[in-house]
């Protein structure tokens, strides 16, 4: 994890403002969705992609190392592998 040494504060309604350095980086416009992970300590912020990164199905869809990925892709990576 890298440090941008950017600060925000939470305001009252619980709203933080993203950078918009972060948001053009991440190519985060107006209305995206953003997932919300916590991890022990920390919250972590993702732009949501509810289908599987090689095909866009939304259905069957299984974690791989954090990506989204749906199950007749998953099998065809296990016959090429």
């Given at each position: 994890?890298?440090?941008?040494?950017?600060?925000?504060?939470?305001?009252?309604?619980?709203?933080?403002?993203?950078?918009?350095?972060?948001?053009?980086?991440?190519?985060?416009?107006?209305?995206?969705?953003?997932?919300?992970?916590?991890?022990?300590?920390r919250i972590?912020?993702?732009?949501?992609?509810?289908?599987?990164?090689?095909?866009?199905?939304?259905d069957n869809?299984?974690?791989?190392?954090?990506?989204?990925?749906c199950a007749?892709?998953?099998?065809?990576?296990?016959?090429?592998?």
């Amino acid at each position: 994890m890298k440090s941008t040494g950017m600060v925000r504060k939470v305001d009252e309604l619980g709203r933080i403002v993203l950078p918009i350095e972060i948001r053009k980086t991440l190519d985060i416009q107006q209305k995206d969705a953003l997932e919300i992970f916590i991890d022990e300590d920390r919250i972590i912020l993702q732009k949501y992609h509810p289908a599987c990164i090689f095909c866009n199905q939304v259905d069957n869809i299984v974690y791989f190392n954090g990506k989204r990925v749906c199950a007749s892709c998953l099998a065809k990576m296990k016959e090429q592998f």
